[in-house]
């Protein structure tokens, strides 16, 4: 109670009277005038929701009487105008609200702290919590006419789910009010990034270098994207480029003869961020590769033991054609892609170290002993001697030790890591040709032509599927059954390497047939026993009707894909697991109808060349 007191002596007869003896206010309150008629000095209590002016009078006055807006249930109470002897009473009542929440809007913190609310209710009521949050829970759940205080509690976090806004529904008799919740995830910063590329203090570099850094781990399991930052005033301003690669491009050239500043930014999906140490670099005038010059063009994250090494070179590329992002990036990126566009590669392409080597040729192009299609018969001076034979054959040949020299000039590619490497030799040139040379001890080569309509095909066929699947041909040409020899061939190889051709079978007998464990599990239908293939009719079967190694579609077929993860871990260093395979092995079945571009009259691409001990 707010009480204002004021003594004063009063005649021999004390009388106060008030013009009226009750008021009422609507919730919303608002100004009321009383008239006093009083023959002595007088003092005003009132409730605290109520303010009287004056205070306290003598004699005969007005008192303006105003209610404070009520946020709450219905209030009364008594206003006295009182003296030494005399008092006069007004019965006081203001309306109350119907339904409040005094607080609709509730953002928890990450550690999950509860907040209290309360609600002031003329009815009965109850909250309903949608399915949407699921995460958040209230006690009590309903209530009755009255003051009733509610806690408000967010679950502990148990995945990265965020909890955006979602809604609770407060019903009661007339109507309903809707409570908002959401909360801030736990989150916290992934790990810096570590340069690679360009190396701190190099001078003289292209005016538009790649740049290259190892993935960031984030402690939450989240994914990271990039920002590369790149300053030329000292750091004073930088511009940014963003990604979600291991490997960026500068949008736009550096300045010539500049020194800059470079690092990178690791970016959680949640917005927090790590930087890099800051390197430096000094730029040249010129942007093109020099000759034998390595360049990374993806880095492995998947946290392996070792590197799983791609290598791509081109024979046929003069030196015009190795500037930044010219003739040759492009070769590379549209392999590349055409690679990792097919599973199982896709899946597991953090698995891969992909690096360039830039080898300078006189003259673009490649030697054609007979006229094709597309190109008539020629010599051409190129780093590798590249030869198509032409005419009716689509065969391929290449100086592979010299490829292989040059292999080894990629940093972590020693000659034993060349056992599990594939070198993508891209030959400059418009035609639809294509081999791989393929080693007993694992090495290979892919000779892949930039054939207009097969280029994408022969990479996947000759890289994807000879090279690094170690795969074989599904081709039928032969109305014949196979020879014993090439039998005892296969079996030779298989010594060395159990999965070599592993899409090829002798057996015929689906109870030895080595992929008999996928006869009977759900998803792999399309898997059964089909005959025909390595270039015969008869005694030799494949696993599926069609796949890669039969038209170059861009589809591998089961035993395939395995036989691909399998030589994944094992150059890795990681151990295969079945059970793994199977969860990651995203498609199942050909979801083609036919190869891309796929050409009208199809012409298998030469068989492998097998190289013994």
Same mark, same amino acid.
């Given at each position: ?262 690092? $990178?930014?690791? +970016?959680?999906?949640?917005? !927090?961020? /790590? =930087? ?7 730029? &040249? @005038? #010129? ?6 010059? $390595?360049?990374? +063009?993806?880095?492995?994250? !998947?946290? /392996? =033991? ?7 070179? &081109? @024979? #046929? ?297």
């Amino acid at each position: 109670m707010i009480i204002v007191m004021l003594s004063v002596s009063c005649t021999e007869k004390e009388s106060i009277t008030a013009s009226k003896t009750s008021l009422e206010w609507t919730m919303d309150g608002g100004r009321k005038t009383v008239d006093i008629t009083a023959d002595c000095s007088w003092t005003v209590t009132a409730p605290e929701w109520v303010t009287a002016e004056p205070a306290s009078g003598t004699g005969s006055s007005s008192l303006v009487i105003r209610a404070a807006k009520n946020e709450g249930m219905e209030r009364t109470g008594t206003l006295i105008i009182s003296s030494a002897e005399a008092m006069a009473e007004i019965a006081l009542v203001q309306k109350g609200v119907d339904f409040r929440a005094d607080q609709t809007i509730f953002e928890f913190a990450s550690d999950g702290a509860p907040i209290d609310f309360t609600i002031t209710s003329t009815y009965d009521w109850k909250i309903n919590i949608s399915e949407e949050a699921y995460w958040v829970s209230a006690e009590p759940l309903s209530g009755k006419s009255g003051v009733t205080k509610v806690r408000l509690t967010p679950a502990p976090f148990t995945d990265r789910t965020p909890r955006d806004r979602a809604f609770l529904t407060v019903n009661y008799a007339t109507g309903f009010t809707m409570l908002t919740v959401s909360q801030a995830l736990p989150n916290r910063a992934p790990a810096k990034p570590e340069l690679i590329a360009p190396e701190d203090g190099i001078t003289d570099t292209r005016t538009n270098p790649y740049f290259s850094w190892r993935p960031s781990k984030d402690p939450d399991g989240d994914p990271v994207s990039y920002r590369l930052m790149v300053s030329d005033d000292n750091g004073n301003n930088w511009s940014t480029t963003s990604t979600t690669q291991l490997r960026s491009k500068h949008t736009a050239d550096l300045s010539e003869n500049t020194s800059h500043l470079w690092k $990178v930014q690791a +970016v959680d999906a949640f917005g !927090a961020t /790590a =930087d890099s140490d800051i390197r430096t670099l000094t730029t &040249g @005038d #010129g942007g093109v590769y020099e000759d034998g010059e $390595v360049s990374l +063009v993806h880095t492995e994250s !998947a946290g /392996a =033991d070792n590197p799983v090494h791609l290598i791509f070179m &081109g @024979d #046929g590329f003069i030196e015009e054609d190795y500037a930044e992002g010219g003739a040759f990036d492009q070769a590379v990126e549209q392999a590349v892609n055409s690679l990792f566009d097919v599973e199982p590669y896709a899946t597991y392409r953090d698995y891969f170290r992909i690096s360039t080597v830039a080898v300078y040729s006189q003259e673009r192009g490649a030697t054609v002993k007979e006229d094709m299609t597309s190109v008539p018969r020629q010599n051409a001076d190129t780093a590798f001697g590249t030869v198509l034979e032409g005419g009716n054959s689509t065969a391929v040949d290449s100086d592979y030790q010299k490829v292989f020299s040059y292999a080894v000039t990629v940093p972590g590619v020693t000659q034993e890591a060349l056992q599990n490497t594939t070198v993508f030799l891209l030959v400059n040139i418009d035609a639809y040709a294509g081999t791989c040379m393929m080693e007993y001890t694992g090495r290979s080569v892919a000779m892949c032509p930039m054939g207009r309509n097969s280029f994408g095909q022969v990479v996947i066929h000759e890289g994807g599927g000879h090279g690094f699947g170690r795969l074989l041909d599904e081709y039928r040409y032969h109305a014949d059954r196979l020879p014993d020899e090439e039998k005892e061939n296969l079996s030779l190889w298989r010594k060395q390497d159990p999965y070599f051709g592993y899409n090829i079978d002798i057996t015929g007998e689906r109870s030895k047939v080595h992929w008999k464990h996928y006869f009977d599990r759900s998803g792999y239908e399309a898997v059964g026993l089909f005959e025909g293939g390595y270039y015969y009719d008869s005694g030799v079967w494949r696993p599926e009707a069609i796949s890669c190694m039969d038209d170059n579609r861009p589809y591998y077929n089961a035993p395939s894909r395995e036989a691909i993860v399998r030589r994944i871990m094992r150059a890795s260093g990681e151990t295969f697991k079945m059970e793994d395979f199977i969860k990651n092995d995203k498609v199942r079945r050909d979801p083609t109808t036919k190869a891309s571009n796929y050409v009208e009259a199809f012409v298998p691409f030469a068989s492998p060349i097998l190289i013994g001990q």
